[in-house]
């Protein structure tokens, strides 16, 4: 097989790689943030790569879209106001918008050109985008978070691409520090936390910083997630006071449809392999 027709996202440190089968690339540019790619593959629909890493193809950004959102939309109480870190493919703020109770939903993404080739290439992402709740900024969130009044928000979603380059300071005490100040008497934040088979180390830090910052009531989520290294993700919620059981009767009348999220998942994904307690919960 020629080479040129794979997409091949070799996993530095794990002796492993993932591959697509391509039919064309679709786009390249170089943002003033980072190298951007579209390819249409031959049985992913259509896949976004940054920097040479796997974001997001159309067969199964579900997994993650859902289960960034959902989970902690019905943990919390009565989740008003929402901020989405990252998330310029706009996949997280269509799950987010589906909640009712939502009054207001701020995406902000340091690079606007992610978002308008989501509009081109994954249209069906961006469907939400006009949503009078919706608010899109182009901006730096590290900045709009560090700037925030005390209480201005419920939810902080971080969906970020891995800690390296622009997405590093997402990933610090500092930010996490911003975060607690910002947020509501029962706000937490859910962030992206990678592979927990081939990162672990990285939760254990996270989770250390989220605690330091005053985020000290932790609950990290697991899902499948064929893309990215591994195949098998994580998502972390911190939150400023403990977390209550998620509204299970809510979420089994949830007036929307989910491809992957639903109540049964919801209580699966919090199952703790045995080395995950090992390492984090004595």
Not at 152 to 176: K, M
Not at 224 to 242: E, R
């Amino acid at each position: 097989m020629n080479p040129s027709e794979w997409f091949t996202e070799i996993v530095p440190g794990s002796q492993s790689a993932f591959s697509l089968k391509i039919k064309q690339k679709l786009h390249e540019e170089q943002s003033e943030f980072q190298h951007l790619e579209i390819y249409e593959t031959e049985t992913f629909g259509n896949l976004m790569i940054i920097d040479g890493c796997t974001m997001v193809s159309t067969r199964d950004n579900f997994f993650y879209h859902e289960m960034m959102s959902h989970p902690a939309l019905y943990t919390h109480p009565n989740p008003k106001r929402v901020w989405i870190i990252g998330g310029g493919d706009c996949g997280t703020l269509r799950e987010v918008l589906k909640h009712d109770s939502v009054e207001q939903a701020v995406q902000i993404d340091i690079d606007e050109r992610v978002t308008r080739l989501a509009e081109i290439y994954f249209p069906e992402l961006c469907e939400s985008n006009n949503d009078p709740r919706a608010d899109l900024k182009f901006i730096d969130g590290i900045k709009w978070v560090k700037d925030a009044a005390p209480n201005s928000v419920d939810i902080i979603i971080i969906d970020s691409t891995d800690p390296v380059g622009p997405a590093l300071g997402l990933f610090s005490e500092a930010f996490y520090r911003d975060c607690f100040n910002c947020l509501s008497e029962d706000g937490m934040i859910v962030q992206q936390s990678e592979s927990a088979l081939f990162n672990l180390s990285l939760i254990g830090e996270m989770r250390d910083a989220m605690s330091a910052s005053g985020l000290t009531h932790l609950q990290t989520l697991f899902f499948p997630q064929c893309l990215y290294p591994s195949g098998w993700w994580s998502a972390t919620i911190a939150s400023k006071s403990a977390l209550k059981a998620f509204r299970e009767q809510d979420s089994a009348n949830k007036p929307f449809e989910t491809v992957y999220y639903n109540v049964d998942i919801h209580k699966a994904s919090l199952a703790q392999p045995e080395f995950f307690k090992k390492a984090f919960l004595k």
